[in-house]
């Protein structure tokens, strides 16, 4: 039944493309886990989905390529233990997914 829940929660984040935490924080905590609440605190291992908007350029210094980020949004962050539950392979399934656009 979680598991359900958790794969809603990650369809709901790429939907509206932010999740935006409103618990109060401690000192010691930066973020909470959007699956279970925990408190994440500084040094503690996490687990974000970020949506980039990047390019890549080629210089002398970086013939091979250097990504500039020009927009950075942080769609999904769990603690270390939702991290590791989550289902990659099905995430990735969800994101590769052809979009259907209106005509
Ligand atoms: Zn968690």
């Known amino acids: ?11 709901n984040a790429l939907r509206f493309g932010k999740i935006t ?3 109060p924080l401690t000192s010691s905590c930066y ?11 500084y040094g503690d291992a996490a687990l974000t989905i970020n949506r980039h908007i990047e390019h890549m350029d080629r ?15 942080v769609l999904l962050t769990l603690c ?3 991290g590791n539950a989550l289902d990659v392979d099905a995430l990735k399934h969800i994101l590769a997914a052809p979009i259907r656009r209106p005509r």
């Open 1 to 11: 039944m979680k598991k359900d829940r958790n794969k809603q929660t990650i369809k």
């Open 21 to 23: 935490n409103v618990r």
């Open 31 to 41: 973020e909470t886990c959007e699956w279970c609440a925990k408190e994440i605190a």
């Open 59 to 73: 210089t002398k210094s970086y013939p091979d390529g250097v990504v500039t980020v020009d927009q950075a949004d």
């Open 80 to 82: 270390a233990e939702c």
